[in-house]
T-cell receptor, first 114, second 112 residues
Framework: DAGVTQSPTHLIKTRGQQVTLRCSPK?????VSWYQQALGQGPQFIFQ???????QRGNFPDRFSGHQFPNYSSELNVNALLLGDSALYLC?????????????FGPGTRLTVL | GNSVTQMEGPVTLSEEAFLTINCTYT??????LFWYVQYPGEGLQLLLK?????DKGSNKGFEATYRKETTSFHLEKGSVQVSDSAVYFC???????????FGSGTQLTVLP
């Protein structure tokens, strides 16, 4: 049973560029959440998707946007990159049914903005 | 708002020592509480969870009890191993929402 997968593993961009990160949820899960983890910090919630719509959003600017596809996979897009966007971006999946269901995390994408 | 406060690290212990990592929370409603572990270069793995007051979560020798009266969820292990060296995160999901709110993490190093 494949767990949550993310691509790419690492990415280097320059300020002002745009980036797209990808996530495939665990088999049987239809909800995908994205988190940003700065170095030495806990993850911060960006947004959550299910039924191909953004359902919840954390305190992140509109430069951060996402999409969910019919197969439940998801993309995170960040426009006009800033140095402060350098972080580990984590995707987590879960069943939609209950708030107590565990969120399973992927290995993350390490984004470096120069 | 919702928040999680964790014991500051880093924590360094000798093998077979007793471990406690403190975690307290602020939340509206009745949150579910979680401990996640992050090994070097990896994503987060769920260690244990508790969904209501007085529940005890346990896994791999680790335990934590949901204490509503003290708004705490302290992580304990009776005898740590070198392989337990990692960063530990306390987290909650509040009320009906399912977004996780994390603490800042506690780095644990266990020496042989």
């Amino acid at each position: 049973d494949a767990g949550v997968t993310q691509s790419p593993t690492h990415l280097i961009k320059t300020r002002g560029q745009q980036v797209t990160l990808r996530c495939s949820p665990k088999s049987g899960h239809d909800t995908v959440s994205w988190y940003q983890q700065a170095l030495g910090q806990g993850p911060q919630f960006i947004f959550q998707y299910y039924e191909e719509e953004e359902r919840q959003r954390g305190n992140f600017p509109d430069r951060f946007s996402g999409h969910q596809f019919p197969n439940y996979s998801s993309e995170l897009n960040v426009n006009a990159l800033l140095l402060g966007d350098s972080a580990l971006y984590l995707c987590a999946s879960s069943p939609k049914a209950s708030r107590t269901d565990t969120q399973y995390f992927g290995p993350g994408t390490r984004l470096t903005v120069l | 708002g919702n928040s999680v406060t964790q014991m500051e690290g880093p924590v360094t212990l000798s093998e077979e020592a007793f471990l406690t990592i403190n975690c307290t929370y602020t939340a509206t409603g009745y949150p579910s509480l979680f401990w996640y572990v992050q090994y070097p270069g990896e994503g987060l793995q769920l260690l244990l969870k508790a969904t209501k007051a007085d529940d005890k979560g346990s896994n791999k020798g680790f335990e934590a009890t949901y204490r509503k009266e003290t708004t705490s969820f302290h992580l304990e292990k009776g005898s740590v191993q070198v392989s337990d060296s990692a960063v530990y995160f306390c987290a909650l999901t509040p009320g009906s929402a399912r977004q996780l709110t994390f603490g800042s993490g506690t780095q644990l190093t266990v020496l042989p």
